[in-house]
């Protein structure tokens, strides 16, 4: 691998309130722990990120008097859609997912931990004031390419990988580790268009693993098991 560009793995919020069970699942959540332990053989340098909140958070609807989840607020300035309580830190929502292999994970990044402002990215909260240290850590390690995974695919990853692009690394979204909530029906297609007008390249498991990338038709791209659309 002397040779190569340095490539580390990101696995975004594999926690248990992203699964279904858990307080803002994506549906088929816990598919994405196969994909991620296998994943995990082929790269040397593995990294989670974990949503990580106050229990008062503020992007919490239960934050905010006669609020519900789904609503959209302005804090200070930036669009705020509230949530369910989630990933409440110390709590059981906020573990990673059962079967989730922790050894090759080097480092953990933690996020969404100031009460005031929401953190989808990895990298920096929405506002782009504080940073993680992802992007010190990966430099650090000359990393020059990122391929990510993980939940939500219209939310942590898509923000995870848009802001990979703006580091400038050399994107891959692997997209069958990768599954959505859909707060509104098609955000994961929206994301995915999204993510790859910014740069990414939108990989399967198997192509991050031998290293080729190939483009996947759009319609098979939005992430769910082909058992979850049988209607
Ligand atoms: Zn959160």
Same mark, same amino acid.
């Given at each position: 691998m002397d040779n190569q560009q340095q490539k580390a793995l990101i696995l975004v919020d594999i926690q248990k309130d992203f699964v279904p069970g858990g307080a803002l699942p994506a549906e088929g959540g816990r598919e994405v722990v196969p994909v991620a332990n296998r994943l995990m053989e082929t790269f040397d340098l593995v990294v989670a990120t974990q949503d990580w909140h106050p &229990?008062? /958070?503020? %992007? #919490? &609807? %239960? %934050? /905010?008097?006669?609020k519900e989840a789904g609503d959209k607020i302005e804090l200070e300035g930036l669009e705020q859609i509230l949530w369910p309580? /989630?990933?409440?830190?110390? %709590?059981?929502? &906020?573990? #990673?997912?059962?079967?989730?292999?922790?050894?090759?994970?080097k480092k953990v990044f933690k996020k969404g931990?100031?009460?005031e402002i929401d953190s989808y990215s990895g990298f920096y909260d929405n506002r782009h004031r504080? &940073?993680?240290g992802l992007s010190d850590y990966l430099r650090e390690r000359e990393v020059e390419e990122v391929y990510i995974a993980g939940l939500a695919t219209d939310v942590c990853v898509k923000y995870t990988a848009l802001d990979a692009i703006k580091e400038g690394f050399k994107t891959y979204v692997v997209i069958d580790g990768c599954r959505g909530v859909n707060l509104e029906a098609g955000d994961v297609d929206k994301a995915i268009r999204e993510m790859k007008d910014a740069g990414a390249r939108i990989v399967r498991a198997e192509e991050a693993e031998v290293e080729v990338e190939v483009e996947v038709e759009a319609e098979n791209l939005d992430g769910r098991h082909p058992r979850a659309s049988q209607a």
């Open positions: &229990a008062d /958070h503020l %992007s #919490f &609807a %239960s %934050s /905010h008097e006669g309580d /989630h990933c409440v830190q110390g %709590s059981e929502g &906020a573990k #990673f997912v059962d079967g989730l292999r922790m050894g090759p994970i931990v100031d009460q504080r &940073a993680t």
